[in-house]
């Protein structure tokens, strides 16, 4: 062992971010490392709901659409998360889910680039991006969506490829993909390139504008703490915003919606992909998430990631070498994010067993479990301690006696 | 005037509905009236809100997914909103937008009539739905969106025609649309019918299975109290939930969503219609809008919509006769909604001028001034002194000095 519980309380002493793990509300006992799925609550989240709800809601009613700001606040919030990734204020809405979001992309992308009809994508990519990527293909005529092995993806960009969509960083392995050199092969193609966000915004440094990236979704609710079920946001670079068009054309999406015309004008610029009213709830507690990564430096973020990510790989190799956990995740900083995925035949059970005891990841089928390192809230002594619990745990083999993966149950 | 202040206060005593006002939080001085754009605040949401945010996302994180009944809620709710509207429990499913939805509903219907190639609505339909068509008619090939005048709708569904798309209850002058004869007119054609129920569940009498409906959307931030931008609902008669598939296909739809599977496989029934994560704080906030309507006599209801309807248009013309007010609902209780409309040149100043005096309703543009009377908050004497409070403004002319709509500005 090169690190000591010391040596870990040594790095604590010294995070610069250390004092943002007082914003959060964490329960007791509880080292919680899948902030990759859901964000834990921040007190600013709670603080805002409940003025949403009892105020604004409650007092202000509909009036609160002009008077709380409502009406703008997809494009607001869109602004905030724009300073996260690399984009201006006005390549950025909120709005939907990740899933309704890659539709309008894809399908938007695919009659801009009319004639092209593939989708390229990775086999193993998040499922709902594929699946998204199939029901445009049922949808539309002669679209097609080719997945090729995540290796093979540049050289799989030919003069066929509509659009290449690609999760930035993969939600299983972790692993993240060249963004500027990929976008580049599918410029030098005629290609649009649509990169999925969910495990990168809030948790690695994503520069859109510098990479020259065309479409982007995220999440809301992993990295960026948006409460569950958050909204997504959507980027398309203001180069191509007046060439492209949602198809799902809404209401709050038309030039002047409360004109209340029959016929359907975009909107100019990003509100143009907005469609109905947004969840004005859940975009609000989306708002406190995003407010608070404003105020953190990201490369501070971004080392403390690595050295959190460093320091629990070195304890579970330490601790755990002989319990048949396999590491899937890259040991280069530059080509991961900012979780540890090891493989284990046993996965579901042992995750179960370290929830019990308070390390709470994820398990993702057939064999992955998640461990995200979130500098937000996470210490290194967490970290050091969640490896002593695997430890604990492979040692006791109690988790043979849980219960196997029930149908229907989310992992 | 045959109705009386003393009148307004008997009805009121002996008004069967008259203590659920005290479920709701209504700020002092203020008549709303504007319940058919948002539903007030119920002590229950505020309560379930601060539940869900504190103990559900604070305390149970990622776990209340399983322990908190997060995954099942979009069915769940579904299956309440169900029974306010003459639907099995499982032929609704709660999610997105009531715009994202119809999209999803006219792809599919004019999947299942392949051949069909016309929607068919009528002009001056809420915007949305209009726009929505539009936008599948410029994504498919050869698909025509055919909009009528609201009587012209049963003459003009010919064989062409894939579905009828109309909305039951008008947003702007309150007509309801007989739903039985136009989908029976529709079936006979060989077409499907979409009904939009944003305007009626919650506040007129819906009975989907015994009008034979196909589908249906409809709004939770209305007449539910579902909350602002609360998701939507949607309709599939169950006997055509195995042929029509939603062309959004996202991992929440999928069969197994969490065996990560890299081939969408649509979920049998209701779920298939979810796409992706639910914005779930929006989603508990509606589920207790609806709880409350489960506990109501949709009968009681009904009758004192119509009480409080002519009372208000009773009153209205008895002490706004000389002041350019001209109503456009039909008097015929079976034939409107649960608002009175009534047009005025000067409308959206009246309306701020009878804001800023504590009637809240609302303008649409160009001229329409919109009274929403809910029973479940609004008594007779509220609906007495609103109109009061309206012949007040009419005769001081102070709202002349107000300023005009301005663009941008939500009415």
């Known amino acids: 062992m ?14 610069p971010l250390r004092a943002l793990r007082d914003r959060f509300i964490l329960p007791a ?15 600013a989240a709670r603080d805002r709901m409940a003025h949403a709800v009892e105020v604004e809601w409650g007092q202000g009613l509909v009036r609160s659409w002009n008077d709380a700001g409502w ?10 998360i724009a300073r996260l990734i690399g984009a201006a204020s006005n390549e950025v809405v909120v709005a939907d889910s990740t ?48 997945a090729v092995a995540s290796a093979d993806v540049a050289a ?19 692993a993240r993909h060249d963004m500027a050199a990929i ?41 960026l703490n948006g409460g569950p079920g958050a909204p997504a946001y959507v980027f398309v670079a203001e180069r191509l915003q007046q060439a492209l068009q949602s198809p799902i054309t809404g209401w709050m999406g038309h030039a002047a919606a409360f004109a209340f015309s029959d016929q359907f004008e975009p909107a100019e610029g990003m509100p143009r992909w907005l469609t109905g009213t947004p969840p004005m709830l859940s975009l609000l507690a989306l708002e406190a998430g995003v407010d608070l990564h404003l105020t953190v430096d990201p490369s501070a973020l971004a080392a403390k990631s690595r050295d959190l990510w460093d320091l629990f790989v070195e304890r579970l190799e330490a ?22 995925s090891v493989t284990h035949p046993e996965g579901y059970r042992i995750m179960q067993a370290l929830i019990a005891r308070g390390v709470i990841g994820d398990f993702r089928a057939p064999d992955v479990l998640r461990f995200a390192v979130t500098p937000l809230y996470l210490g290194f002594e967490d970290v050091w ?27």
């Open 2 to 15: 090169t690190s000591s519980l010391e040596h870990a309380r040594a790095m604590d002493a010294r995070d």
């Open 29 to 43: 006992g509880v080292i919680y490392m899948d902030g990759n799925s859901l964000g834990p609550l921040l007190k």
């Open 71 to 80: 009406i703008g606040a997809p494009q607001r919030i869109g602004g905030k």
């Open 99 to 146: 899933s309704v979001i890659l539709f309008k992309l894809l399908v938007a992308a695919l009659q801009a680039r009319r004639g092209r009809k593939v989708i390229l994508t990775e086999t193993g990519n998040f499922p709902t991006d594929l699946y998204v990527a199939q029901g445009v293909a049922a949808s539309l005529p002669d679209v097609e969506v080719r």
């Open 156 to 174: 799989a960009i030919d003069d066929g490829v509509a659009v290449v969509m690609l999760t930035h960083v993969h939600y299983k392995t972790a």
């Open 183 to 223: 976008t580049a092969r599918a410029h030098a193609a005629g290609a649009l390139v649509l990169w999925d966000l969910s495990h990168s915004a809030g948790a690695v440094s994503v520069n859109l504008r510098a990479d020259d990236v065309d479409l982007a979704v995220g999440c809301g609710y992993k990295f």
């Open 319 to 340: 601790r755990c070498a002989d319990h048949g956990f396999d590491l899937i995740t890259s040991r280069d900083a530059d080509r991961r994010g900012s979780h540890v």
């Open 385 to 411: 301690r969640a490896v002593e619990i695997v430890a604990e745990v492979m040692e006791t083999d109690a988790w043979r006696a849980l219960p196997l993966l029930a149908a229907g149950r989310v992992t």
